[in-house]
């Protein structure tokens, strides 16, 4: 397990979790096999987002977070997009993605 294999973790499952819950806001119907929680995924499926999240990390696509992600569990969907808000903030989106003040 290399530095950022956790920050990997941590983020596929992040992004399981909220695929999951937007797939069902616009009406898209995942796989019955996947609309489980992250650690009960198929162990090839695990396998297959960490390291596609691994790939954009040690591409510089996407930054590990400065702080650990905020816990999300318990919170409502809308609660859950404004943790991620500091996203659209972070340096490495070019700039005409980042939101108007």
Do not use: C
């Not at 290399?2 to 616009?26: G, K």
């Amino acid at each position: 397990m290399t530095d950022l294999e956790p920050v990997a973790i941590a983020i596929a499952r992040a992004f399981h979790d909220e695929y999951e819950a937007f797939a069902e806001a616009n009406g898209w119907e995942t796989q019955k096999r996947s609309r489980v929680a992250f650690d009960d995924l198929p162990a090839e499926n695990r396998a297959t987002m960490v390291s596609t999240v691994r790939a954009l990390l040690d591409r510089r696509l996407i930054r590990p977070p400065a702080a650990a992600p905020p816990a999300t569990e318990g919170l409502t969907l809308v609660q859950r997009i404004r943790n991620l808000a500091h996203i659209a903030e972070a340096p490495v989106w070019p700039k005409r993605w980042r939101r108007a003040r």
